[in-house]
Structure formats: C-alpha cells, structure tokens
C-alpha cells in the first residue's frame, strides 16, 4: 500500500458528461501528480501541483482540469467526455517538488465512457 | 525534448535465470533516472532510482540498476528471476535541468516462466 488514496475506484458514464477523480497523497507529501494510462498512449502525465499551486503541465486537455486544496488533496475534473476518454487515471504524490524524489502512486480510477 | 524508450515489449525468462530489461533515454544534460513495476489492477510501485554517484544501483526485491552515460541507458536487471517477478516495468527519465515532467517509456512486459 503505497499510502496513496484515490476514489471511485470505478466510474461508468456517457459521453458528454463531467465527472470528478478524486487523490489524497501520502501523509506529509506536498506535491501531487495526475497521469493517464491507456492502451494506445502509454502513461502520459497531465499535471502536478505543489502545494496548492499549478507546477507542471503535460498533455491535459482543455476540458480536463485539475486543484489541490489546502489539506493537499487533489480533484481532477473531466469535462465534456468523449469515448476516448476512457483509461485508467493515476494519481501520485512525493515529499517534494523536485524532480530527483520517487513518486508513490495510487491505485488508479478506471474511467469508462459509453 | 525528453524521451524513454524499452524497445521490448516482452521479456520472457525462466525462473532462476537472470533477468534484463532495456531501457534508454534521451534528455537534455543529466539525467535522474527511475524504475517502477505495475501489477495486475494496481498504481505504479517504485523500484530504484539513479540520481548521482556509483553507476550501479540497488532497490527493492533484489532488482538492481546500471547506469550507462555513454550508452544513455539504463537497463534493470535481477540474477535470479522468480514466477512473482511477472509484471508490467516502466523506465522512466527527467532532466535535472529545466523540465520538471517524468517521461515514461511505454513499459516491458515480463513473465516469468516456471
């Protein structure tokens, strides 16, 4: 057990819905990352957040957002859902921002969109 | 730009055998460099990290890590292969410069047979 949470495990929506994933990291980790993984893409990181503040963007959509509040926990936010939506996102957190720190990851939320 | 790349998709090895998984990178300066292993349903655990000093590295379950600067590689290794071992591995690379995103390579897929 990483120490990571992340909730539903499971989500199942149609298309042009909005849903929210939910990520609370490791107790006294300041910094949280979201990635996508799918069979097409590999693991592809969207966005981190230290702190409560926006440190790094990858490849997240428009329709995709993301906060973390004071008590660190994180939501990402998925709008406008389409079929290709559909993967398995996870969270994860480190101690700190700096790149040289392993990240620990959560569980994973498998989103399908139908 | 940064970029990992396992060039197996699949490693099958018996058990007891030593095992290897490729991995190469491509950044900008030094690297740190990670392994992590994913199991069936389940987040991205950590193995070990390269960060600095010996070239070779030790982490968790016996796996062990050379850093090649030369061959820009980093290949994950273990001397004696068990059935438990089978799992998805991913290498993953950043820069200790500017970017602050881990870059995952696609992930190996290793069965070991007994």
Do not use: M
């Not at chain 2, 010996?54 to 968790?60: A, E, Q, R, Y």
């Amino acid at each position: 057990d990483s120490g990571v949470t992340q909730t539903p495990k499971h989500l199942i929506t149609a298309t042009g819905q909005r849903v929210t994933l939910r990520c609370s990291p490791r107790s006294g980790d300041l910094s949280v990352y979201w990635y996508q993984q799918s069979l097409d893409q590999g693991l592809q990181f969207l966005i981190q957040y230290y702190n409560g503040e926006e440190r790094a963007k990858g490849n997240i959509l428009e329709r995709f957002s993301a906060q973390q509040f004071p008590d660190l926990h994180s939501e990402l936010n998925l709008s406008s859902l389409e079929l290709g939506d559909s993967a398995l996102y996870f969270c994860a957190s480190s101690v700190s921002g700096e790149s040289r720190y392993e990240q620990y990851f959560g569980p994973g939320t498998r989103l399908t969109v139908t | 730009a940064q970029s990992v790349a396992q060039p197996e998709d699949q490693v099958n090895v018996a058990e007891g055998n030593p095992l290897t998984v490729k991995c190469t990178y491509s950044v900008s300066g030094n690297p740190y460099l990670f392994w992590y292993v994913q199991y069936p349903n389940r987040g991205l655990q950590f193995l070990l990290k390269y960060i600095t000093g010996d070239n070779l590295v030790k982490g968790s379950y016996g796996f062990e890590a050379e850093f090649n600067k030369s061959q820009t590689s980093f290949h994950l290794k273990k001397p004696s292969a068990l059935v438990s071992d089978s799992a998805l591995y991913f290498c993953a690379a950043i820069s200790t410069g500017s970017a602050r995103q881990l870059t995952f390579g696609s992930g190996t897929q290793l069965t070991v047979l007994p």
